[in-house]
């Protein structure tokens, strides 16, 4: 008699004369060991995510299905549909995550070189500090431009005073070859006095 037993269409045969509903899409079928055996559809991108496969008996192919078939179905399909929905939750969820690590990474990435930028400023206004300020000038340029002014008078009266000297005693050497003795020395007195008073005047 259980020669003639079978699984009707959406189940697979189990041990001891039992039938599996077959997993849907996006599932895998796993044997746990045990005693006795336990078999579970896995979703095949996420291991976590899985549910119990229930046995049945098998049944007899020239009666009429028995109602647990279709409710085992129905089960196994609403328990694929929520896990799928997990699944894609996981998936969002995984996005999110990995879009807030690059974020972050950014971040990261961005306050390090502000870090680096700032350590820079910070220094150069260390250094800054350190240097000694300029010495304020010793006079106001209005008093440096008056002394080079009177600088300059000097050494233009100096230099018309050596000329002048020299143009006296050219003229005392003149009067010696062109007047008498007595004459070339009265002029000679009389040039060296004038020269002399030009000297004092000059130097005022």
Do not use: W
Request: proline share 8%; glycine share 4%.
């Amino acid at each position: 008699m259980g020669a003639n037993q079978s699984c009707p269409p959406g189940f697979e045969d189990g041990i001891f004369l039992t039938c599996y509903a077959r997993c849907p899409a996006q599932f895998k079928r796993v044997q746990d060991s045990g005693n006795p055996p336990t078999i579970r559809c896995v979703h095949i991108s996420q291991n976590s995510l899985s549910f119990p496969l229930n046995p049945l008996p098998q049944a007899d192919p020239e009666k009429p299905i028995p109602n647990m078939f279709e409710e085992e179905s129905i089960r196994v399909a609403n328990e694929a549909e929520r896990l799928r929905k997990s699944a894609r939750a996981n998936e969002t969820v995984g996005v999110l995550r990995e879009e807030n690590v690059r974020e972050f990474s950014r971040i990261q990435s961005e306050y390090a070189a502000f870090k680096d930028k700032d350590s820079v400023v910070r220094e150069v206004e260390r250094v800054k500090n350190s240097l000694k300020p300029f010495r304020p000038p010793t006079a106001p340029s209005s008093d440096l431009e008056k002394e080079r002014r009177e600088i300059s008078e000097i050494a233009k009266r100096n230099l018309f005073f050596v000329q002048v000297a020299l143009f006296l005693v050219v003229l005392v050497m003149l009067s010696y070859f062109l007047f008498p003795l007595n004459t070339a020395n009265m002029l000679a007195f009389g040039l060296l006095c004038v020269g002399i008073a030009m000297g004092f005047f000059l130097r005022r």
